[in-house]
Nanobody, 115 residues
Framework: QVQLVESGGGLVQPGGSLRLSCVASGTILSTQIMGWHRQVPGKQRELVAD???????NYADSVKGRFTISRDNAKNTVYLQMNNLKPEDTAVYYC?????????WGQGTQVTVSS
């Protein structure tokens, strides 16, 4: 089975930056898409960004130009560089890996943007 472990969350001032990491363990195909979602209590989990093994990226409009997703296929790791953070970015961020049978999720890492 696949396990995803996120790290890098924390408390940051508006305008600050954080870098999230997600390490996938188990049998992972380098061709699989990996991505990030976030969720605020009481709201739907929403896509932040995802990336293919070839490096094609997709971003939510709300983070475009501020966040950058990248991956290291050899390490089965995906990153999310978050710059110019805003209070509305506050959420639990989840790594995800969709497969034909199911979508795997990490445990989540809290990002809080506040002064």
């Amino acid at each position: 089975q696949v396990q995803l472990v996120e790290s890098g969350g924390g408390l940051v001032q508006p305008g600050g930056s954080l870098r999230l990491s997600c390490v996938a363990s188990g049998t992972i195909l380098s061709t699989q898409i990996m991505g990030w979602h976030r969720q605020v209590p009481g709201k739907q989990r929403e896509l932040v960004a995802d990336i293919t093994s070839g490096g094609s990226t997709n971003y939510a409009d709300s983070v475009k130009g501020r966040f950058t997703i990248s991956r290291d296929n050899a390490k089965n790791t995906v990153y999310l560089q978050m710059n110019n953070l805003k209070p509305e970015d506050t959420a639990v961020y989840y790594c995800n890996l969709p497969t034909l049978s199911r979508t795997y999720w990490g445990q989540g890492t809290q990002v809080t943007v506040s002064s």
